[in-house]
């Protein structure tokens, strides 16, 4: 292999690819990027065989070829180049890299004994708006369970039919999203990917992409970009019907000021009982006022009150305030819909401006 590529562009692809880089005593070539060539450009590739993420970085390809180089040495050299050309030659087992004054020899593993990554030949199931895609994601991924004694939850299920529909819950608390595709899907395409994957494809989608290409096959997913694909495994198993828990109505409902709402969470978590994360939500429609309190033997006490628009009957909800922060947050909304039905079952928040977006908080039972 021989070829000239600029400095910006490959340490570009090394940053990207370098998110798939595996760790295996027995499998040491796992830790090594796979560079070849493929119609005339040089292609990165990395693998921990659970995901797998590939880069097509522009070059001019000289000769043929391939091998695997230590990740984070052959990373850490690029970066600390100057940005001009870069010469890469392949020569028994050894990367020659030349870039004006800088000249290195980085000893790797044949191409032919990194575990090959699958492809999925089926043509696309969706295609879907970049940046659309990397906000929904943003906005149901943090949702998940973090332990994986439930896989099913330690993902992100996706529904692909009319809509692009998201969701993650870890069993306290749920984030729904639904996203417009660039055409509607005949049918229907239920699948669950797995937390790690999802982070790593907010990653990879720049500002600069366009559009995302979603491809399905029996037990794999693949996510491919301009320059760039993200290929995955799924999760076995069924989501939960997470449908029936999301309440289609409400006894009691506050529209308030999303900064408001947060900064009396805010204030109220100092007080709240290590451990518990408590705070009382007391939602009065008569006064149309929402009072948030917490307290702890140890701190104090506090008391904010917030305006809004209150209807329906007075409630009093204890939840944790972590989780109500983590949906505030992914809330751009200048005004949020606050809905409870009891102090037993979920309550709902809303952002007013975005219809296709819901966040679902099970409160603490007293």
Do not use: H, W
């Given at each position: 292999m021989k070829l000239i590529c600029t400095q910006e562009n490959l340490?570009?692809?090394?940053?990207?690819?370098s998110r798939g880089i595996g760790k295996s005593p027995s499998l040491p070539v796992l830790a090594n990027i796979l560079l070849t060539t493929e119609k005339g450009r040089l292609k990165l590739q990395t693998t921990d065989l659970e995901i797998g993420i590939t880069y097509f970085s522009g070059g001019k390809i000289e000769k043929e070829g391939g091998i695997t180089i230590p990740a984070q040495l052959f990373l850490g050299y690029i970066d600390n180049l100057p940005s001009a050309k870069v010469k890469l030659e392949v020569k028994d087992k050894t990367l020659h890299i030349s870039c004006e004054n800088f000249e290195a020899d980085i000893k790797g593993i044949d191409a032919e004994e990194f575990p090959l990554i699958?492809?999925?030949e089926k043509k696309s199931i969706c295609t879907v708006a970049a940046s659309d895609l990397?906000?929904?994601?943003?906005?149901?991924?943090?949702?998940?369970?973090?332990?994986?004694?439930?896989?099913?939850?330690?993902?992100?299920?996706?529904?692909?039919?009319?809509?692009?529909?998201?969701?993650?819950t870890d069993s306290f608390r749920l984030a729904e999203?639904?996203?417009?595709?660039?055409?509607?899907?005949?049918?229907?395409?239920?699948?669950?990917?797995?937390s790690r994957t999802i982070q790593e494809l907010i990653r990879i989608i720049s500002e600069e992409a366009k559009d995302v290409d979603v491809l399905v096959s029996e037990n794999q997913i693949a996510f491919r970009l301009d320059d760039s694909e993200l290929v995955?495994?799924?999760?076995?198993?069924?989501?939960?019907?997470?449908?029936?828990?999301?309440?289609?109505?409400?006894?009691?409902?506050?529209?308030?000021?999303?900064?408001?709402?947060?900064s009396s969470i805010r204030t109220a978590s100092l007080f709240s009982k290590t451990g518990v994360f408590d705070i009382k939500i007391d939602i009065r429609p008569k006064e149309d006022e929402v009072i948030i309190t917490s307290e702890s033997g140890q701190v104090g006490s506090n008391v904010a009150k917030i305006k809004g628009k209150v209807e329906g009957k007075a409630e009093k909800v204890t939840f944790n305030y972590r989780y109500l922060l983590d949906g505030l947050d992914h809330m751009t909304a200048s005004q949020v819909l606050l809905g409870v039905?009891?102090?037993?079952?979920?309550?709902c928040l809303k952002p007013q401006d975005e219809k296709d977006y819901t966040y679902v908080v099970m409160p603490i039972k007293q």
């Open positions: 340490s570009r692809g090394l940053a990207i690819v699958p492809k999925i990397k906000e929904a994601l943003s906005k149901v991924s943090f949702a998940t369970a973090l332990e994986e004694a439930r896989p099913e939850i330690a993902g992100v299920y996706m529904n692909i039919s009319q809509n692009l529909r998201l969701a993650a999203k639904t996203i417009k595709l660039k055409q509607p899907v005949k049918g229907s395409v239920e699948v669950i990917v797995p995955s495994r799924l999760v076995d198993g069924k989501y939960p019907d997470y449908k029936q828990i999301i309440p289609k109505e409400y006894t009691c409902q506050a529209i308030l000021d999303t900064g408001d709402l947060q039905t009891g102090d037993a079952t979920p309550a």
